[in-house]
């Protein structure tokens, strides 16, 4: 009884974690692309976000960008403006809309839709040479990309 109790307990708090998540398909991006409602349904995390940023194994954001701010992690990128003054130049809301899709503000960007699961053209499946499946995940979880938001937020000049 006490495990099928603990058991409904952890399921009940999981979905209410789950129930604050905006998924892929149901973010509400205003025109010129910024997005005013939390992916995730709580706060980012600005050290977490930093870690992702700079990580070349998560957003990998550094490739593209220059951030003074992680100057331990080396070859920052110069194809993307620098991030510097970041969290002066643009609103939360326009940040993450930036992370999740910037082609919504910037037509053209080059930069990854970090949110996005379909409308892609024919990726494919890692190294196998086929398609990949229907339902891409994306490549940041909605805390993530909270946590991004975070971090960008304290890029001030």
């Known amino acids: 009884m006490k495990l099928t ?7 009940l708090i999981g979905g209410a ?8 398909k149901d973010v509400v991006f205003a025109e010129g692309g910024a997005v005013e409602s939390s ?5 980012g995390d600005a050290s977490n976000g930093a870690m992702i940023v ?8 550094v490739a593209c960008h220059q951030v003074s701010a992680l100057a331990d992690v080396p ?14 130049r643009w609103t939360e809301a326009e940040l993450r809309g930036l992370v999740a899709n910037a082609k919504l503000t910037f037509e053209g960007s080059m930069m990854p839709s970090f949110y996005k699961v379909d409308g892609y053209v024919r990726p494919g499946d890692a190294y ?3 398609a990949a499946p229907e339902n891409l995940p994306p490549l940041l979880s909605a805390q993530e990309i909270e946590d991004v938001v975070a971090f960008l937020a304290t890029l001030k000049e």
């Open 75 to 88: 070859f920052h990128g110069e194809i993307g403006p620098s991030l510097d003054g970041a969290g002066d």
């Open 128 to 130: 196998t040479g086929d």
């Open 17 to 24: 974690a789950w129930a604050g998540e905006t998924a892929p």
């Open 39 to 43: 992916l995730s349904g709580a706060p």
């Open 5 to 11: 109790t603990l058991t409904l307990a952890a399921a």
């Open 54 to 61: 700079g990580s070349k194994k998560h957003g990998n954001c």
